[in-house]
C-alpha cells in the first residue's frame, strides 16, 4: 500500500498507474481496512502523511515512512505521535 497524503499526488513510478486500487491509493482511511496484517508503506513527511501512518500502525503488520526530504515536514506534534508510535522503523 502507498499512501500520498490528503490530495493525491503521483509519485511518477513507472507501475504507479496499473496498481492504482490494487496496493497503491491515498486514502488510508478508506482502504487501509484492506491491508490489515501486511507491510505497508507511507510515502512524504507533511501532517496528511504521518496521520495516514499513524492510522495505518493500528491496522498493518509493519509501517514504513518514506520522506524524500532528511526531516518531517509535519507539525510537531505529529511528529512527535510518529516517533512515539509502534511498528515505524526508523
Known amino acids: 500500500m502507498i499512501v500520498s497524503g490528503k490530495v493525491p499526488r503521483k509519485l511518477g513510478i513507472?507501475?504507479?498507474?496499473?496498481?492504482?486500487?490494487?496496493?497503491?491509493?491515498?486514502?488510508?482511511?478508506?482502504?487501509?481496512?484492506?491491508?490489515?496484517?501486511k507491510k505497508v508503506a507511507v510515502i512524504e513527511g507533511g501532517n496528511?502523511?504521518?496521520?495516514?501512518?499513524?492510522?495505518?500502525t493500528k491496522i498493518a503488520a509493519w509501517v514504513y515512512l518514506i520522506?524524500?526530504?532528511?526531516?518531517?515536514r509535519g507539525d510537531a506534534v505529529m511528529r512527535?505521535?510518529?516517533?512515539?508510535?509502534?511498528?515505524?522503523?526508523?
Open 80 to 90: 512527535e505521535k510518529v516517533e512515539g508510535a509502534p511498528m515505524l522503523p526508523s
Open 48 to 56: 496528511s502523511a504521518l496521520d495516514a501512518a499513524i492510522q495505518m
Open 67 to 72: 520522506n524524500v526530504n532528511p526531516v518531517l
Open 14 to 37: 513507472p507501475w504507479e498507474d496499473e496498481y492504482l486500487g490494487m496496493g497503491v491509493t491515498s486514502c488510508a482511511t478508506c482502504d487501509g481496512p484492506l491491508f490489515a496484517g
